[in-house]
């Protein structure tokens, strides 16, 4: 079946630096994408979407960028701060479907 | 302000003891869902209800049930726990299902003894 992935399960990165999150996604179809950021013993906590007409768009500290000839969804974050360790999940839709998450990727921040 | 409310956060129930989860919300939204996260993993979705349709993931052991007696309210109905069924369940809702976000609750933990 379809499936959303993520190329790297744990990203370590200095405090202040930018970091980068990878995802991959198999289906073609897929239009419409999230980021989510999920804390420890919390809830999933949308951070920024994108839907398959746009190749960038831009949050607060936060960039997603959609390449669909390669499959390709990256998360950007600037300046990261120790508040951004958490892990990050990728879900994809199409059409009418559901969410499908990605792995997930562990982002720690060293001070 | 407007939220996703699960409860409890925490729940203890033993090997085969019924357990109810409980969702509310005050976003108004047409569709609520349930998901299952191990730890380390991505959550999984066991079903959702747009308004009063229920619709069960194909994978779902029948163990698991659901009621949304209203708009507001979402329940995971656990039959008979497994120590396999110890998890993490999420309550989220949505405006619509077609590329739409879906807004998360702080989650429920639960622990089978």
């Known amino acids: 079946g379809e499936s959303v992935g993520l190329h790297l399960p744990t990203l370590s990165v200095q405090e202040g630096d930018n970091s980068i999150i990878n995802c991959a996604y198999s289906?073609?179809?897929?239009?419409?994408f999230i980021w989510y950021k999920q804390e420890s013993g919390k809830g999933p906590q949308f951070i920024i979407d994108?839907?398959?007409?746009?190749d960038k768009r831009q949050g607060q500290r936060v960039t997603v960028l959609l390449n669909k000839t390669v499959k390709h969804l990256s998360l950007q974050i600037a300046a990261t701060q120790p508040g951004d360790s958490a892990v990050y999940f990728c879900?994809?839709?199409?059409?009418?479907?559901?969410?499908?998450f990605g792995g997930g990727t562990r982002v720690l921040v060293k001070p | 302000d407007a939220m996703v409310i699960q409860n409890p956060r925490y729940q203890v129930t033993q090997f085969g003891k019924p357990v109810t989860l409980s969702c509310s919300q005050t976003?108004?939204?047409?569709?609520m869902y349930w998901y299952q996260q191990k730890s380390s993993q991505a959550p999984k979705l066991l079903f959702h209800?747009?308004?009063?349709?229920?619709?069960n993931e194909a994978d779902t052991p029948d163990n698991f049930q659901s009621r949304r007696p209203n708009t507001s309210f979402c329940f995971l109905d656990i039959r008979s726990p497994g120590l396999g069924d110890a998890a993490m369940y999420l309550c989220?809702?949505?405006?619509?299902?077609?590329?739409?976000?879906?807004?998360f609750g702080p989650g429920t933990r639960l622990l089978v003894l």
């Open positions: 879900a994809e839709a199409s059409g009418g479907n559901k969410l499908t």
């Open positions: 289906n073609s179809a897929s239009d419409y």
């Open positions: 994108i839907r398959s007409n746009m």
């Open positions: 976003l108004n939204h047409n569709v």
């Open positions: 209800y747009y308004d009063k349709d229920f619709n």
């Open positions: 989220a809702t949505g405006r619509d299902i077609q590329g739409e976000t879906q807004y």
